[in-house]
């Protein structure tokens, strides 16, 4: 039988270990794990250009004190790891050869805390330069350098560009004067003049955002809703430069040429506008916004017909609902199968009765379409508007303006006027037709307040008239007048809102309801049955509502009753309004912020955001208000305002 001696080990001689011989030293001074990432990078750098430095081993003895033929690491565990790693992909062999040092004088402790305090580490700068000059001298890309060095390719690109700042600005980096996150946000351009220029105009402000911000003051953000209607694609296809920012999360990229931006969304409009021509208007303009101020009345789809089998279904299905609400009338208790089946039929009634809106081709002759742009980068289509010019209801009615003169002669009958002997008849003085209708108004008065319900449809009539027909005047004898204010002039994007967007197509649903003409008002708004006569009545006068406040006109009696008012519907502005950068947090000073968050989040958050910078400051407190109901002072319910808030305008002439 043949034996094999192990070779005794000797201090400080290279020697080549098998690597299944090499094992962990309990004397390792690093407990925390090297991290996937680490030991990926070194077997990376190991399979590139070989074990670059060898391990520190000490022999593995038993308990009589001989050599084992195993081997503990001292210094170089995690190249031990890479190479395990690298032999687990089959790379190498389990047995490879590993270049070590033998040391059995030192204490193990201490070579290998040796190996992780005695050194100086590489500033990050100098990484940034050396994968450039890599690129550069060498020819290789992103892909080539993240392979030798086990790191992904965006990354690699991430650190050129950083090494591609201006070289002032990257030894301000080095001196410890410019953050990492500075240098990244100077990184979106490789101008190094307008780095410079940025860099010395900073002043006070001087956060990652507000330079970004700086260095594409002209250029399109991403998220303006021109670029995200056109698109990256169609804007390089005609010629644009995107400028990416390699380290925003989604690589955002900023349109450079904000006039050809400008070219293709018109362009792309204009297509929307001919789809919508093509339906048959007489006219269809575009224009970024939504002209607000546009100063046209407007007209609204009616509803279709139903087939006459869908009506006779319809009639059908509310017969038997009928009839099971009149069987069960009375009864302290309706089955679960009774209730589960009115609701079934309710549910098929509804679904029967829904109506496909349109406009009328007649209608459709005089009016017109406006085609714009909604701040999400999406086209807006808004149909049935009628020009001034082209309104058949600005043509003349043939009606004389009657007279205030007492010896103006009125005919018995007749609205005004001379007598042209068409229909001869006798006639009176005017102030005698004055008093006789005065007494006449008289007696409409008192009847009229004798019949709440007619009084409720003339009211509801006349807000109808307002709010649907706004060319029509003098439609009724009721001396009350509605303003509807807007509010996009208050509160830009306003109507872009979930609640504008909620109280549009509520209007839009009864305004397709809606006779096709005025005249034929009254008799829409009488026949409606009194529970949507009443609905009808409460979206008119919510219409008028007006609450905002104006610095130079002071409202206190109608704000006071606009508090009144809120808190008899049990106004939540929760479910309408959330503090965001856009709509509060960025237009207010840094002590309101802190102060929304000691309120709706804790003190300590509060505390945590103190020191930061403005931006960054808002983009922090919006995270943390998100879902906690925080409402300014302004928007909250009377009895849980602060006694200690000033009024707005209190200083105002």
């Known amino acids: 039988m043949t034996t094999t001696t192990k070779p005794a080990a000797v201090q400080g001689v290279e020697q080549f270990i098998p690597l299944n011989k090499l094992k962990k030293s309990r004397s390792n001074a690093r407990k925390a794990s090297h991290g996937d990432a680490a030991i990926e990078a070194l077997a990376a750098s190991i399979e590139a250009k070989g074990m670059l430095q060898n391990l520190v081993v000490e022999p593995e003895r038993n308990a009589q004190g001989k050599e084992t033929g195993f081997y503990y690491v001292t210094a170089g565990e995690g190249r031990r790891l890479a190479q395990l790693l690298r032999a687990k992909r089959r790379q190498i062999a389990k047995d490879e050869p590993i270049r070590c040092i033998v040391d059995v004088t030192n204490d193990p402790l201490e070579v290998s805390l040796d190996e992780n305090v005695t050194r100086t580490e590489m500033h990050p700068a100098d990484q940034y330069e050396a994968f450039l000059r890599l690129s550069e001298e060498r020819g290789w890309g992103a892909e080539e350098i993240a392979a030798r060095f086990g ?10 560009r950083l090494a591609a700042v201006s070289p002032r600005l990257m030894q301000l980096y080095r001196d410890g004067e410019l953050t990492l996150d500075q240098l990244s946000a100077f990184a979106i351009s490789d101008d190094h003049e307008r780095q410079e220029q940025v860099h010395a105009n900073l002043g006070w402000n001087d956060d990652p955002y ?4 700086a260095m594409m003051e002209t250029h399109v953000a991403p998220n303006d809703r021109r670029a995200r209607f056109v698109g990256d694609e169609a804007y390089t296809a005609a010629g644009g430069v995107v400028v990416r920012d390699l380290f925003s999360d989604e690589d955002a990229g900023y349109f450079e040429d904000a006039a050809l931006l400008d070219r293709l969304v018109a362009e792309r409009l204009e297509t929307v506008a001919a789809e919508v021509r093509a339906e048959g208007w007489k006219w269809v303009e575009t224009s970024l916004d939504f002209p607000y101020d546009h100063g046209m009345r407007r007209v609204f789809p009616q509803p279709l017909p139903l087939p006459a089998r869908i009506e006779k ?14 069987e069960y009338e009375g009864d302290e208790e309706m ?14 009634i509804e679904r029967l009765a829904e109506r496909e809106s349109v406009f009328d081709a007649d ?9 714009s742009l909604n701040r999400d980068g999406t086209p807006r289509i808004d149909r049935g508007f009628v020009r001034p010019e082209d309104d058949p209801r600005s043509e003349p009615t043939g009606r004389e303006p009657r007279g205030t003169d007492d010896d103006t002669i009125t005919s018995i009958g007749g609205a005004g006027g001379t007598d042209d002997g068409a229909t001869p008849g006798r006639r009176i003085p005017d102030a005698l037709v004055r008093k006789l209708t005065a007494h006449r108004t008289l007696g409409l008065r008192v009847a009229l307040g004798q019949h709440p319900d007619v009084a409720l449809v003339a009211m509801t009539h006349v807000l109808a008239t307002h709010a649907f027909f706004a060319y029509a005047s003098g439609e009724s004898c009721l001396e009350i007048r509605s303003t509807l204010s807007g509010l996009h002039t208050h509160a830009e994007e306003i ?15 009864w305004a397709a309801q809606m006779p096709s003409d005025v005249d034929g008002l009254w008799t829409f708004v009488a026949g409606l049955d009194a529970d949507r006569r009443m609905k009808l009545f409460a979206h008119c006068v919510a219409l008028t509502a007006n609450a905002v406040q104006q610095k130079w006109g002071k409202r206190s009696p109608e704000l006071a009753t606009a508090d009144v008012m809120a808190e008899a519907v049990s106004l939540d502005m929760t479910a309408y309004w959330t503090p965001t950068a856009r709509h509060y947090l960025g237009r207010v000073s840094k002590a309101h912020i802190l102060d929304a968050v000691r309120e709706g989040v804790s003190e300590a958050e509060a505390a945590r955001i103190t020191d930061l910078k403005k931006q960054p400051m808002v983009d922090a407190a919006e995270a943390l208000l998100a879902e906690t109901g925080w409402l300014p002072d302004l928007l909250r319910a009377p009895a849980h305002r602060d006694a200690d808030t000033p009024e707005p305008y209190a200083d105002a002439a």
């Not at 790191?151 to 050129?160: A, E, I, N, Q």
């Not at 507000?210 to 911000?213: A, V």
């Not at 279904?313 to 009149?326: F, G, H």
């Open 151 to 160: 790191l992904t390719p965006d990354t690699v690109r991430r650190r050129m």
């Open 210 to 213: 507000s330079i970004r911000h």
């Open 313 to 326: 279904r319809l009639d059908a299905l509310r017969t038997k609902y009928d009839a099971l609400v009149e």
């Open 335 to 348: 089955p679960d199968k009774v209730i589960d089946q009115l609701e079934q039929l309710e549910a098929d």
């Open 363 to 371: 209608v459709m002759a005089f009016s017109g379409v406006h085609v």
């Open 495 to 509: 109507e872009e809102t979930a609640a504008a967007q909620a109280l549009k197509a509520r209007h839009e649903a």
